[in-house]
């Protein structure tokens, strides 16, 4: 009986004739130097220049992937790998797969994600676009550590190790580019052990150009940060302007607001009694995607910040809500009464009626938001909540 094998090197491969027999080359190399016992997977999706007999021919074994996508294709690889670890790097000589010792070395250490670090380890000139090494992998890199707490400071390093098991107890599931932030994300929420290692980024082999596109990418990562961190997207801007809203509208509500250059009057107590409203809704809508994403499985627990969904009680947000919609009815009757006393329900003073029509909309519109989340918290509840694997 063969012995399990301790490390399989992973390349995804799109038409990289020029390229990919050199990288299989390295990575065989690299493995009888150490004397690790281990294979090469290439994980070929759709190459037609002949990049699977190249591949095949230097001695690694080829994993066909019929559904499109670079996630799709290290999906494929990660399910047929035989490794307790995986390496993962690009087929196109960006990457020197000579040099894996860090990698190798900080997994046999314990941990189960061990990313390159790219602007740790340089850069080689024309390596990398100017958008992407000043704009978007710091931009994105820091949203993803704002976001998620994570100690990784390049997110889309092409060049990255883990455990076999305890990736594929994530579920990944994108199929673009965007499986890159996919595995850190959901590698820093369930807790795994993340190093990092500085690595050398090269100018790439290819004769045509490369499969990333910068701003449709780009906006795909950035898409997948946003959707996992519900806080972020919808709590903490909505808490914003709730407050932000309500304290304009206090302030309106006594009268006009001189400011020097310009007073602000009734028309700006609408805007911000909106702008409180709006707020009012990302927040009960934070709270509602966050506990439908913890009941399916896509967040292992409520986001920094959430708790409080669990304390929310129908009866009682039922009862906040009359409350809530007691007190607009209040204002509503009081601005019937002023408009009576201006004019006999003739024309009125809208500087000052809406000063009351305001607020008591703004109470009601509340009511109704507070009691239909809260019935929404319970239709999610109601639901089983699927297991997340730890």
């Not at 409180?276 to 994403?293: D, E, Y």
């Not at 708790?307 to 409350?323: D, P």
Request: overall charge positive.
């Amino acid at each position: 009986m063969s012995s399990p094998l301790e490390l399989t090197i992973l390349m995804p491969c799109l038409n990289e004739a020029l390229t990919v027999g050199r990288c299989v080359r390295q990575a065989r190399s690299f493995l009888a130097a150490r004397g690790i016992a281990g294979e090469v997977i290439v994980a070929d999706n759709g190459s037609s220049d002949g990049s699977r007999e190249l591949a095949a021919a230097e001695g690694a074994c080829v994993v066909a992937v019929e559904e499109r996508g670079y996630g799709a294709a290290l999906r494929a690889g990660i399910e047929a790998a035989e490794g307790r670890f995986v390496i993962m790097g690009d087929s196109d000589c960006s990457y020197d797969f000579s040099r894996l010792d860090g990698f190798v070395s900080a997994l046999r250490g314990g941990q189960q994600l061990v990313m390159g670090n790219r602007f740790a380890g340089g850069i080689a000139p024309g390596a990398m676009p100017k958008l992407h090494r000043y704009l978007g992998n710091p931009v994105l890199s820091f949203i993803g550590r704002l976001f998620f707490k994570s100690p990784v400071r390049d997110f889309h390093c092409g060049l990255r190790g883990f455990e076999r098991v305890a990736m594929l107890r994530l579920g990944l599931q994108s199929l673009g580019m965007e499986f890159a932030s996919e595995m850190v994300v959901k590698a820093t929420l369930h807790g795994l052990r993340i190093a990092e290692v500085p690595t050398t980024l090269s100018p790439d082999g290819r004769d045509h150009p490369p499969h990333l596109r910068s701003w449709r990418d780009g906006w795909r990562h950035l898409r997948f940060l946003l959707l996992h961190a519900p806080a972020w997207l919808f709590m903490y801007p909505g808490l914003a302007l709730l407050l932000l809203g309500a304290a304009a509208s206090v302030a309106l509500g006594l009268g006009p607001l001189p400011l020097g250059f310009a007073t602000l009057d009734v028309h700006s107590m609408l805007y911000a009694a909106a702008a409180a409203c709006l707020g009012l809704q990302m927040l009960m809508f934070a709270g509602v995607c966050s506990l439908h994403a913890v009941r399916i499985g896509v967040l292992p627990q409520l986001p920094t910040g959430l708790g409080w969904v669990h304390r929310v009680q129908l009866e009682l947000a039922l009862l906040t809500a009359l409350a809530l919609f007691v007190v607009g009815m209040g204002f509503a009757g009081a601005s019937v009464w002023l408009w009576w006393h201006q004019s006999r329900f003739g024309a009125a003073n809208p500087a000052q009626l809406m000063r009351v029509v305001i607020p008591g909309a703004s109470f009601m519109l509340a009511a109704g938001q507070i009691a239909m989340s809260a019935f929404m918290f319970e239709f999610i509840r109601m639901a089983p909540q699927r297991q997340v694997q730890s």
